[in-house]
């Protein structure tokens, strides 16, 4: 899907200079944004309090969610790597506690990362 079909919340959230290869999960704080761009869809990961989030997607088909955030994993999801995501590996979320299966992304294609106001 083309950028021109983004919604404009995540279409703005791409300024120069915040692009990134990867993101310490550990240093997300509340409120954060992270933009992920993958083959079929970008993301927008919204941090919220104790590792929940939300994550928005340009996919039509992709509702809004409410995840709880549980890092990244390679691009052949083999390897679980809860303190980051990264450029060629997939985020990794559940959408309850007691789920035991992890949920990923496509492979992400490009990072983009915006500070929460505090």
């Known amino acids: 899907m083309s950028d021109e079909s983004a919604p404009d919340e995540i279409q703005t959230i ?16 509340v409120r954060d944004r992270v933009v992920m761009r993958t083959s079929e869809s970008t993301y927008l990961l919204t941090v919220g309090k104790n590792s929940h989030c939300i994550l928005n997607s340009t996919n039509p088909s992709e509702k ?6 549980r890092g990244g994993t390679n691009a052949d999801i083999t390897e679980h790597t809860p303190n980051r ?3 060629g590996g997939r985020l990794a979320y559940i959408f309850d506690e007691e789920a035991s299966t ?9 990072l983009a990362y915006e500070p929460g106001l505090r």
């Open 85 to 87: 995501i990264f450029v």
């Open 64 to 69: 809004s969610s409410q995840i709880i955030l």
């Open 102 to 110: 992890l949920v990923t992304t496509p492979v992400i294609e490009s």
């Open 14 to 29: 791409l300024p120069e200079g915040s692009v990134t290869d990867k993101i310490h999960v550990d240093a997300l704080r």
